[in-house]
């Protein structure tokens, strides 16, 4: 049953190696300079390599947009994604696996009644305009930074051809890296908080979480997807990009893969936080209009000629028309898997604005004083809840999310039996040591657990307030939502 | 060893043919010009030596030439510098035929040269040689740095210029001096015009250069 659930995601992850993998190896291929095999083995090592090192980032930023809780529902969101890409594709619209599943989460929170943070959900939109014109940025600056090279150092046209080939075959690495880093949360995100397996530890030093694992089979599903179908889109693509010059289509390449790697870094977030800077949104974004807008960005230097206003539109349509229609299929396709198919497509949830609750959202910021005739009150979908909420006092959509994740009613019973049974390795000794003082313990709201462990240990402490401590509290949120994971007291 | 050698082992070794192809072309416009001077010195058995060397140095350059297209063809380059290349190899093929066709003519006409015009006739000969000799650093540089390219290639117009000018001085002389019978007219105004023919081609080859290192470095 798991594997048909999951068979959504991984049509997913196929029709993405066989569209995408064009962008990142289309040159390359469809030029003859190197063999489709070779491509395709280069494309589906580094897209797995990709989505397992650095495919979080995107992950987490699906995750505040919806976390789907059930394996049904999961396998409706990335099929009906899944179908859109394939429709759209078919009737030659153009289309994005990051905007189709984004309809499809929120086809999810509507079927659900589930809460959309609207901030995520802006911060995601914003990318979408931002990744084409950021390519199109980095894509202009290359060509012109390669350009001059190439005028400033002694070179024959040989040894230019050949090092030419070179890079746009590590250029295609390096793209095929970004694409599984980026684009892996389209895949397999909504199945992250219901992944179906168990941790694996290979000897006292490598295990591979759930996640990691649903990110393996994505990436092995993209992977077939390049080596099956794609060979046809690379060709095309290919001779698309070859009215380029070999230089142009490897600055084409490298922006593309900047850009989707740009939106997928954790480690680069960590780089412009210590460095005080805006760090960049972690967020899947479309490979195809990251390529489109570097052949823009490239035109626009060349003196503009070769800008097709008909293909910006149509990126723009994209937008609209992606989302709606996986929105709308998503929710279609979730009614009759519930009614018609008699599957859990929703898990049902509690929320509950307990005082604890009540004081927790102050600490947060939240003014609680008109919230306190809810005070006890039980909800049973989390837009309800904020929907009340709403109506007592003022929430921005991240104070919503807030309001959502304090109030989720989830058990967790800290015994010695699941301490012996967890991956320990995640946790430095000092978080351990505090996690093992807590045995015997039971909590109602998963945040008590980490609230009670904050005080035992400042290893365990979210330090807030600040971009530089941004991926320090990430780090403990993340072994946080696995500790919830393992100490959830499971329905009987 | 440097691991870009071994990355690029098939470049480089087109690259060499490539250099050998040039300094068959340099001996070859040494050797037109050295038997040319023969033959305007009478000494009609040098001028047979260096024209039979022209002609197994043209059967080499053929040779290296088909290697290297051939080599084009079948190794990974990539598709749109080696239709270039192929086309610039075919356009260069034509400057050593027309040494081989100018020295030909000779061989088999025999003309009798005026000695009025062999100071100018050896000028030309002089400026047809330089001419071929940057056409080859062009090429060269087409191969080693493409920034070099364009000063050899106006290197070549301006002996292709010279060339034209003794050529145009030398047909009019001729047409002009009443002592010559019209065929004899004719029969220099066609040995002129093979010499002249040898340095237009080059300054044909020249411009495809420019074009391919233009091309290839934008």
């Known amino acids: 049953m798991v594997l048909i659930f999951l068979s959504g995601g991984l049509f997913l992850g196929w029709s993405l190696g066989a569209n995408d993998a064009a962008n990142v190896f289309g040159t390359a291929v469809g030029s003859r300079m190197v063999r489709f095999t070779t491509a395709a083995l280069i494309c589906g090592v580094f897209v797995i390599i990709g989505a397992i090192v650095s495919g979080t980032g995107t992950t987490l930023t699906l995750g505040k947009l919806g976390a789907v809780n059930a394996l049904g529902g999961s396998f409706m969101a990335a099929f009906a994604a899944g179908l859109t890409v394939y429709w759209m594709t078919k009737f030659g619209l153009p289309v994005s696996t990051s905007q189709a599943i984004i309809g499809s989460i929120i086809g999810w929170n509507l079927f659900s009644d589930s809460y959309t943070d609207i901030s995520s959900l802006l911060k995601i939109l914003s990318t979408w305009v931002l990744c084409p014109l950021l390519s199109a940025l980095i894509a202009a600056l290359l060509f012109t930074f390669a350009k ?316 807030g307030g600040g971009l530089k401590n941004k991926l320090h509290d990430r780090k403990i949120k993340q072994k946080l939502t696995y500790l919830y994971r393992i100490f959830q007291e499971r329905e009987k | 060893m440097n691991p870009l050698s071994l990355l690029f082992k098939k470049q480089y070794a087109v690259e060499e043919k490539v250099q050998r192809l040039l300094r068959h072309l340099e001996d070859m416009a040494h050797q037109y010009q050295a038997a040319y001077e023969a033959y305007l010195d009478g000494s009609i058995e040098e001028f047979s030596q260096r024209n039979q060397e022209l002609g197994e140095i043209e059967k080499e350059l053929d040779e290296l030439g088909h290697q290297i297209q051939m080599t084009l063809l079948h190794e990974s380059l990539m598709p749109n510098s080696r239709d270039d290349l192929l086309w610039f190899l075919t356009k260069l093929d034509k400057v050593p035929s027309s040494f081989k066709h100018s020295l030909g003519d000779i061989v088999l006409e025999k003309p009798e040269i005026p000695e ?47 060339v034209d000018k003794l050529e145009h001085k030398m047909l009019q002389s001729v047409f002009e001096n009443e002592n010559y019978e019209l065929a004899k007219q004719y029969q220099l105004k066609g040995i002129l015009k093979q010499i002249g023919r040898v340095t237009n081609l080059a300054e044909d080859v020249a411009d495809a250069v420019l074009i391919l290192a233009t091309k290839h470095s934008t």
């Open chain 1, 148 to 463: 001059s090279l190439v005028r400033k150092v002694s070179i024959g046209l040989i040894r230019l051809d050949g090092y030419t080939r070179l890079a746009l075959i590590l250029a295609g690495a390096f793209g095929a890296y970004s694409l599984g880093a980026n684009n892996i949360a389209n895949v397999m995100g909504v199945f992250v908080p219901v992944a179906p397996f168990q941790e694996m530890q290979f000897g006292s030093n490598f295990s591979i979480s759930s996640a990691q694992q649903l990110f393996l089979l994505g990436g092995l599903a993209i992977a077939v997807g390049v080596f099956t179908y794609s060979k046809r889109v690379m060709m095309t693509v290919g001779s698309e990009l070859m009215t380029l010059t070999p230089l142009a289509a490897w600055v084409a390449v490298m922006a593309h893969s900047i850009v989707l790697f740009l939106f997928a870094s954790e480690r680069l977030e960590q780089l412009l936080a210590n460095m005080s800077l805006p760090t960049i949104p972690l967020v899947p974004v479309s490979s195809s209009q990251a390529v489109v807008g570097a052949v823009i960005g490239i035109g626009i230097i060349q003196g503009g000629r070769e800008i097709q206003w008909p293909r910006i539109y149509s990126i723009a349509r994209g937008w609209v028309i992606t989302p709606l229609i996986s929105c709308l299929i998503c929710i279609i396709g979730l009614y009759f898997l519930q009614n018609v198919f008699q599957q859990t497509v929703k898990r049902e949830s509690q929320y509950q604005l307990s005082a604890g609750v009540l004081e927790k959202l102050q600490e947060e910021g939240i003014n609680t004083e008109g919230l306190d005739t809810l005070s006890g009150s039980v909800f049973y979908s989390s837009a309800e809840l904020v929907r009340v909420v709403k109506e007592k006092v003022d929430l921005s959509g991240r104070q919503g999310l807030k309001v959502v994740e304090y109030s989720l009613q989830n058990r967790l019973v800290i015994n010695s039996e699941k301490i012996d049974s967890m991956n320990k390795q995640i946790l430095s000794p000092q978080q351990l040591e505090a996690l093992q003082q807590l045995e015997g313990q039971n909590y109602k709201f998963p945040w008590q657990l980490g609230d009670a462990l904050g005080a035992i240990s400042e290893e365990w402490k979210l330090r």
């Open chain 2, 116 to 162: 009025d015009l062999h100071s100018s006739l050896r000028n030309m000969l002089i400026h047809t040689h330089q001419a071929v000799q940057a056409l080859a650093h062009a090429t060269d540089s087409l191969f080693s740095d493409l920034r070099a390219v364009r000063q050899h290639v106006e290197e070549v117009g301006r002996q292709e210029s010279e």
